[in-house]
Structure formats: C-alpha cells, structure tokens
C-alpha cells in the first residue's frame, strides 16, 4: 500500500466565480476529467467518480476565530484536535505548545513506529537549512513531525539523485530563482510521472504545496490561474502513472485562502479532500472523514504494525 499525501496550503472550496476564485478560472482537464466535469468549488462535495472521492473537510475544529497554518497542518499530522489543546488558531509556525503536541506523536513516528517507510519528497535549499541551524527560521509544523521521526529533509543533492522535488515540482524555480542552475528540469507531466514513481519506494510519500497560500496572500489572482494550471499539469503525468489498486493519493489542505482572492486573510470555508485510488481503498478511508483531526487515522488504519 503507497499513500502519496499532496498538501495544498490554503485552499478551500469557495463561490463558483472566475473573478474571485481562480479554481473557477483556470483550465484544470486533468481535475475537471478525474470528477466528472465538476469544479474545486463550492457545492461540489460530496462526489463519488471512476477514480476519485471528493468530501469536505472542517478546518475550523469547533475553535471561533480563522484556521490558522500551525494548529491546522498539527492537526492534520497527528490526529488531534490541536486548536483546542491549545486553545486557539495559531499561525503560521508552530508556538511552543503546538510544537510539543506535533513532538510527542505524528503519523511520520507511528509509521516508523509500526515499520514502514515515510518521507518528505520536497528538498530545502543550503539556506534554508542555515537559517534553522542559526534560529533565525522556525520549522512549520510539517517538517518539525519529519524531523521529530528521525527523518531527513531532503536536500539539493537528494533533487539531483531525483529522491527529492522542488516547491514547484519541476526545478524551474530553483533555477530561475535561486541560481542552481544543475538542477534537473522537467515539464508539470514528466514531474507528475516522477511523483509516482518515487511514492513507490515509500509506504508514505508527503508533498508540501505552499505557493498555493502565498499567492492567496497576495492576492494574486492571475498567478493563482497559472499556478492552478500548472498542477493540473502535474497531476496530469500523476494520474497517468498511478496505479489505483496499488495506494491512494489524498489532496487537502489545512485552511482555505486562495479560493476567495477579495481578500487577504483565511477563510473558514470547508477544504477539500480528494481522493484517488480503487474504490475499496477510496471507501474505507473515508469512511466517516469529517475534519482535519481524523485524516491521520484514517491513513494509519491501512499500516498495522508489522510483526
């Protein structure tokens, strides 16, 4: 069983309008095709296809006040409901009690715990790993459950030997933006094709999207059109590769943002979840999935812990 865990910071399912919400606006064939002609917006979910379940998701956890980026990807993590442990959305990285909470128990640990192999495919630039080493950065709360399993980050040398990927998924931005000019390049569909390759030697492969809530931040809505486009790219050379009795693929997020560009704050919209994968395997991981806290549950019931 391979579980490729896509995160997409900051996407919710907002208003079916192309001038507010760019999932309304881009051209997605790859998604629109794998739900039947339906839209990442609101009102689509619940949704049963070929391929894919659609359901949504509550981020707000019972918690007044927007979801915020650490409390939420905390939840979505371990399992619990971390806004109120600690009785607040907190955000964007991790205060103390949210990191203890992310610390104590993961789903990276309970897979390590139970025998399988997990990792974070995407790879951090040298100054990245300079500005944690200096304190001058904090971990988010996703690398923080990496690392608190004794797993590596992955590096500029992990992109060359093709174990790791760029935010983009294609290198184009460790090129253009940050002078690597070795790294490997590949076309949205190529790199799609790449991710389900490289899932296959994990139990659990897990992908950071985070352009997604910067351009909501920005309230960039032509960026956000072309960024959409561009996954849908990638997903394209996904969906092809993948396999659907082999594992499921899951797209979600921990807040909505980007799906409401009138403003620059979250939203408490619902977010997505979509699911990929055989029907049987589809069916039993969301089966009552209702908000962020039960997603790492649901992947856990497919890893027994090995004798």
């Given at each position: 069983?391979?579980?490729?865990?896509l995160?997409?910071?900051?996407?919710?399912?907002?208003a079916n309008?192309?001038e507010?919400?760019p999932?309304a606006?881009?051209?997605?064939p790859?998604i629109?095709t794998l739900l039947g002609?339906?839209?990442l917006?609101?009102?689509?979910?619940p949704l049963?296809t070929?391929r894919?379940?659609?359901?949504?998701?509550d981020?707000?956890?019972?918690m007044?006040?927007?979801?915020?980026s650490a409390?939420?990807?905390?939840?979505?993590v371990?399992g619990k409901?971390?806004p109120?442990?600690?009785?607040e959305?907190?955000?964007?990285?991790?205060?103390?009690?949210?990191?203890?909470?992310?610390?104590?128990?993961?789903?990276?640990?309970?897979l390590?715990?139970?025998?399988?192999?997990s990792?974070l495919?995407?790879?951090y630039?040298?100054?990245?790993?300079q500005?944690?080493?200096?304190?001058?950065?904090?971990?988010?709360a996703?690398p923080?459950?990496v690392?608190?399993?004794?797993?590596?980050?992955?590096?500029?040398?992990?992109?060359?030997h093709?174990?790791?990927?760029?935010a983009?998924?294609?290198g184009?931005?460790?090129?253009?933006h940050?002078?690597?000019?070795?790294?490997?390049?590949h076309?949205?569909h190529?790199?799609?094709?790449?991710?389900?390759?490289?899932?296959?030697t994990?139990d659990?492969?897990?992908?950071e999207?985070?352009?997604?809530?910067?351009a909501?931040h920005?309230?960039?809505h032509e960026g956000a059109v072309?960024?959409?486009e561009?996954f849908d790219?990638?997903?394209?050379?996904l969906?092809?590769a993948?396999?659907d009795?082999?594992g499921?693929?899951?797209?979600?997020s921990?807040?909505g943002?980007?799906?409401d560009?009138?403003?620059?704050?979250?939203?408490d919209?619902?977010?997505p979840?979509?699911?990929?994968?055989?029907?049987p395997l589809r069916?039993?991981?969301c089966?009552?999935?209702?908000?962020?806290?039960?997603v790492t549950?649901?992947?856990?019931q497919?890893?027994p812990p090995?004798?």
């Amino acid at each position: 069983m391979h579980f490729l865990f896509l995160f997409m910071d900051g996407i919710g399912f907002g208003a079916n309008d192309p001038e507010t919400n760019p999932f309304a606006a881009a051209r997605t064939p790859n998604i629109d095709t794998l739900l039947g002609g339906a839209r990442l917006v609101a009102g689509s979910a619940p949704l049963q296809t070929e391929r894919a379940t659609l359901l949504a998701l509550d981020p707000n956890l019972g918690m007044p006040g927007l979801p915020q980026s650490a409390t939420g990807q905390a939840a979505l993590v371990t399992g619990k409901n971390v806004p109120q442990l600690v009785g607040e959305h907190y955000g964007p990285k991790p205060n103390k009690p949210v990191a203890a909470i992310v610390k104590e128990d993961n789903v990276f640990m309970q897979l390590a715990q139970r025998g399988y192999r997990s990792t974070l495919l995407n790879a951090y630039p040298p100054p990245y790993f300079q500005g944690i080493e200096s304190g001058k950065r904090l971990l988010s709360a996703i690398p923080l459950a990496v690392t608190s399993a004794g797993i590596a980050l992955k590096t500029h040398e992990d992109m060359l030997h093709g174990d790791g990927f760029s935010a983009d998924f294609t290198g184009e931005g460790w090129r253009t933006h940050l002078g690597f000019t070795d790294s490997p390049l590949h076309t949205p569909h190529e790199a799609g094709r790449r991710l389900a390759e490289v899932t296959r030697t994990y139990d659990l492969a897990f992908f950071e999207f985070w352009p997604s809530d910067y351009a909501g931040h920005h309230q960039d809505h032509e960026g956000a059109v072309k960024l959409l486009e561009h996954f849908d790219g990638v997903m394209g050379g996904l969906l092809e590769a993948w396999v659907d009795d082999e594992g499921l693929i899951l797209i979600t997020s921990d807040h909505g943002n980007m799906e409401d560009l009138s403003r620059r704050t979250h939203t408490d919209n619902p977010v997505p979840a979509l699911v990929i994968g055989a029907p049987p395997l589809r069916q039993k991981f969301c089966a009552g999935l209702q908000d962020l806290s039960q997603v790492t549950p649901a992947i856990l019931q497919f890893y027994p812990p090995k004798d």
